[in-house]
């Protein structure tokens, strides 16, 4: 069910007809991180319930795993969503002790060191992430993105 609900949302762009598939899904997987968070991103997302959405990527963040899905998803909503810079970085730190290759977490982590103005941290991610996928557009917007915008934050 949940497999299904992912596909709605996100290759089909249709959340109203995913919405409960999720809810019916969701019971049955209080062990899953992973697809715990998924649903976090979607209550976020389209339930527009930070609160809510946050008490699920707690869940997933507090079940043992080895993949950094549920804490690159945590890590982007605290950055994104609250603005809890210092936390979003602990939580992404988390994320890559599971996978320092981890692609997105590299990119998302890059905007956040950004924010907090640690250039060397942000371009050693977007470095290590190009290195990985070098034609991803995540990846290749990313480096754009920064090269623009180092002159007009931090001019020489």
Same mark, same amino acid.
């Given at each position: ?9 996100r ?28 649903y976090?991103n979607?209550?976020?997302?389209h339930?527009?319930?930070?609160d ?17 899905e ?5 890590a982007?909503?605290l ?15 988390? /994320? +890559?002790?599971?996978? @320092?290759? $981890?692609?997105?977490? =590299?990119v ?5 060191? *950004?924010? &907090? ?11 290590? /992430? +190009?290195?990985?996928? @070098?034609? $991803?557009?995540?990846? =290749? ?6 090269? *623009?915008? &180092? ?6």
């Amino acid at each position: 069910l949940h497999d299904f609900a992912i596909f709605l949302w996100r290759d089909r762009n249709d959340p109203d007809a995913a919405a409960p598939y999720f809810d019916r899904a969701i019971p049955m997987l209080q062990d899953d991180a992973v697809r715990i968070s998924n649903y976090g991103n979607f209550v976020w997302e389209h339930r527009n319930n930070p609160d809510e959405a946050e008490k699920l990527y707690k869940q997933a963040v507090g079940i043992p795993c080895n993949t950094p899905e549920p804490f690159r998803n945590y890590a982007s909503f605290l950055h994104i969503e609250r603005q809890e810079y210092r936390y979003a970085d602990s939580i992404y730190h988390e /994320a +890559l002790q599971r996978n @320092p290759g $981890d692609v997105a977490t =590299l990119v998302n982590y890059a905007r956040l060191a *950004l924010i &907090l103005g640690d250039i060397e941290i942000s371009l050693s991610c977007l470095e290590r /992430a +190009l290195a990985t996928a @070098p034609n $991803d557009l995540n990846v =290749l917007g990313a480096v754009s993105y920064t090269h *623009l915008t &180092l002159p007009t934050l931090y001019p020489v």
